[in-house]
């Protein structure tokens, strides 16, 4: 109802809905508040005026009721604000299980976007509507954060860690994509759209054109170019640990802590490999730290989730 006023954007994810409607919420009770507490301000302190310069005012003392009402009436209020406000963060906070990932790397002053199957594009994002679309993120240099109005979802983007925002279109059009931190001169400047596609659209446009062959192709490229396949081998006969279905498990370190795998952790293990040793392993890898851009980071991190398990050898 609103989407032709420019302070409210059009509502084209399924989060929109649930944002406004906390947000309208908010609005009237506040609205309804302060217009009853200064219309009350106005009628007393026209009622009670002093009409003889010689009044005093009688002390006034409150009943036991009055203040139960006033203590019950905002706690039912602030607790309805609660429980539904931590209702719609936590929809927003966790992603669906199946979701199509993207990469999306920040830096002064562009988005850059990274497809799994290759694709890669700066300031524009493609999405095909109805589908839930992850994107995991991070910076090359300082903070920025990801926002999409007509998406109701915004997400700082942070260097150094992976951070998700996750949002399903409802319908297609070219939406605007804001940074929403400020990170330098040009930081106005730092904006983009997210194409919301219909699904064979979508599938078109996917398909054409990623020359380099998908992501984690890129990074089995990466994988042997730097060596870490004489090291991470599928046998077991390495030095580091086997790589091949290890990504979402639980690992036990040195240290006696347990992990699960995930892409901060592939992430830090390449760059700072002594940081968290499988038990069992010696901390003999070097730093990829200054060697592999962000970007590369993310191909390698797709690379070591995509290794599955190997048949498994049948004992003779
Ligand atoms: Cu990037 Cu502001």
Sequence with gaps: MWSGTPLFPEQASTMAGRVDALYFFLIAVSAFFSILIAGLIVFYAVKYRRRDPNSVGASGHGGMALEITWLVIPFVISMVIFVWGASVYFAISRPPDETINVYAVGKQWMWKFQHLDGQREINELHVPVGRPVKLIMTSED??????????????????????????????????????????????????GEVIVMEPNDYQTWLSGGAPEGSLATTGAKLFSDLACNTCHRPDAQGRGPVLEGLFGKTITLQSGETVTIDEAYVRESILTPAAKITRGFQPIMPTFQGLVSEEQLLALVEYVKSLKTLPQMQPR
């Design 142 to 191: 300082v903070i920025h954060d990801v926002f999409v109005p007509a998406f109701r979802v915004k997400a700082d983007v942070i260097p150094g860690r992976y951070t998700n925002l996750w949002f399903q279109p409802t319908k297609p059009g070219r939406y605007h994509l804001f940074c929403a931190e400020y990170c330098g001169t040009r930081h106005s400047g730092m904006t």
